[in-house]
């Protein structure tokens, strides 16, 4: 299955990364190749199998709602590019408002 | 509206964030209010390599419950997801949320209609998902403060059955009720508890398609969402009655120049790439969790106003006040136990003492007059100790300083006059001192008999008996002495 060069546009696009014109050949071959290799899987019989969410056999792992510690604040922004006044200092975002669902 | 009728049809997504001690995947305080940037953060909010989320059960629980009173089911099968989308407020570059397989679906409140009679909103889905950071944006820069990111966050999605902004408001003022019922939020709008967004479309009445749906987002106040919502209807229906077409996009609310501008269109909307979340284990909810956590739920509103209509004879309106907060709703019991006069508390509850609420901009949980209070002042207007007017004064002071009435009474010498004998004598003396006026309400000037009643409480400052001063008045106006 090959993925065209938009295909590659759009993927770099949502993963934020800026590809050359090389890069963009390089990868839609790359890409394609995975998703080549990933159709074996089409020719398993799963008629008999039903869709699930894990391979794991457990389920309800959860803790109690209980507090505890977090970190100190120099550690939490020792590895940061840039930071102001206790918080993490980014480039302006600009396109939407803060809020996300 | 122009020429022809147009029909509103509005679907409303809310977010409520859950009041867990910690946040939803990990151990960090969820209290992030009054909290320093980045003070409430660990690897997991940070999204380091290597750490994991843990579910937190009192999140899960809490949502169940939201869901059993919404009457939504259950899922038996619950999974996360993972929503992708690249922005600072979220380190990881996804949000852990729900898409397939939500905690509860299929549900409905009650809210009144626009013809004044109960109507049902379905809930199409409640489901459990993690805050997002906080940004702040300065001087070409935008700050990130993790603190918010991972606070357990319910959405809650209806379908688009509201048909004006006045039920799209009852819906959500329903909902907040609900949550603070169950006390599983503080559903504070203005402190962003509790978020709304809605979306909308207009259509010619008798149109069977639907029209261009917009949405309009970060309504973060109850009058938003109603100033939104019909400043949104307006401007489509111009549009239409102009032979032009609504554009879909998303919409934000500008609440000082009171109108909507465009946040985003729908052609770079996010591919969110959902798939089940793998540092998560599915949920299996049993029936017997469910129940037990049925038998946790309190009265709710719906059913406590239909109690208040049968054992205290409140119509539905007033009823609703009442029951509207559950703390409102039981301090009235309360006060109505100690003195069983549920129209009569009704009366004090909702004049005096909701004006006083609303002025000092406080709950009643702070409010310094207790129901038994109300019950003895009351019992004083009853025995004739004081009267209505007295009362009233008598209830300001107790309201400033949570005083007993009774001590209120003694203490400044209220106590009402009844003694026919000394009010005899006022009444006596006024009448002696306004010829003119005795004259003209004998002449049929009627109306004078409220002024003679000003007099006398006038001169017994406000203390007399007002039914036996009504009484002796009569007889001596009427009469000829």
């Known amino acids: ?101 | 509206m122009g020429q022809r009728e147009y029909e509103v049809i509005i679907g409303m997504e809310v977010h409520a964030q859950l009041l867990t001690r910690s946040k939803m995947f990990c151990g960090c305080s969820a209290d992030y209010v009054d909290a320093p940037p980045n003070t409430h953060v660990c690897p997991v909010c940070m999204a380091l390599p290597g750490a994991l989320p843990v579910i937190n059960r009192a999140a899960v629980e809490a949502t169940i419950r939201v869901g059993l009173a919404l009457n939504c089911e259950i899922a038996p099968f619950s999974v996360f997801a993972r929503k992708n989308y690249f922005y600072p407020d979220l380190p990881k570059g996804y949000q852990i949320s729900q898409y397939e397989l939500p905690l509860t679906y299929n549900g409905w409140v009650e809210i009144e209609g626009n013809d004044g009679q109960p109507k049902r909103v379905r809930i199409r889905r409640a489901h459990l998902e993690e805050d997002t950071g906080k940004l702040v944006h300065v001087n070409g820069y935008s700050l990130v403060d993790l603190n918010r990111a991972g606070v357990p966050l319910l959405e809650i999605v209806s379908e688009a059955d509201m048909r004006s902004a006045e039920e799209a408001h009852r819906y959500l003022l329903k909902l907040r009720t609900i949550l603070r019922y169950l006390g599983v939020s503080t559903a504070d709008m203005e402190k962003g508890a509790m978020r709304c967004e809605a979306n909308l479309s207009v259509r010619p009445r008798g149109q069977q398609t639907l029209g261009t749906k917009v949405e309009i987002k970060n309504l973060n106040s109850f009058k938003a969402v109603r100033d939104a919502i019909t400043y949104e209807v307006k401007r489509q229906i111009a549009i239409l009655e102009q032979g032009g077409t609504v554009e879909q996009v998303t919409l934000g609310w500008d609440e000082h120049a009171g109108r909507t501008f465009v946040q985003r269109t729908k052609e770079e909307a996010h591919d969110y790439r959902y798939f089940p979340e793998p540092d998560l284990l599915p949920l299996e909810i049993s029936r017997e969790w469910v129940e037990s956590l049925r038998a946790t739920l309190p009265e709710l509103p719906d059913a406590k106003i239909q109690r208040f209509m049968q054992t205290y004879g409140l119509s539905r309106k007033e009823a609703d006040i009442i029951a509207v907060e559950r703390e409102v709703a039981e301090w009235y019991e309360t006060a109505v136990a100690a003195y069983p006069h549920p129209r009569e508390v009704y009366h004090w509850l909702t004049g005096e003492i909701f004006r006083y609420l609303n002025e000092a901009n406080i709950p009643i949980t702070a409010m310094k007059v207790t129901p038994d209070a109300l019950a003895e002042l009351l019992r004083l207007v009853e025995d004739g100790t004081i009267n209505r007017n007295t009362a009233k004064s008598v209830l300001q002071e107790m309201l400033a300083t949570g005083q007993r009435p009774r001590t209120i009474v003694d203490a400044k010498g209220l106590a009402q006059v009844s003694d026919e004998a000394a009010l005899r004598a006022v009444v006596d003396e006024i009448i002696a001192a306004h010829p003119d006026e005795v004259r003209r309400y004998r002449e049929g000037k009627k109306g004078l008999f409220g002024w003679f009643m000003g007099q006398v409480m006038r001169a017994t400052r406000g203390k007399a008996n007002p039914a036996t001063v009504k009484k002796l008045l009569s007889e001596r106006l009427e009469g000829d002495g």
Do not use: C, K
């Open chain 1, 1 to 101: 299955m090959a993925l065209s060069r938009e295909d590659v546009e759009h993927v770099a696009w949502l993963a934020r990364l800026a590809l050359t014109e090389e890069e963009i050949e390089r990868f839609r071959e790359h890409l394609s190749a995975i998703l080549e290799y990933a159709r074996m899987l089409e020719e398993v019989d799963i008629s008999d199998v039903s869709p699930t969410a894990t391979v794991l056999p457990m389920r309800n792992v959860m803790r109690d709602d209980e507090v505890r510690p977090s970190l100190p604040r120099d550690v939490v922004l020792a590895n940061a590019p840039d930071t102001y006044e206790g918080y993490f200092r980014v480039q302006a975002v600009l396109d939407t408002e803060d809020e996300e669902g």
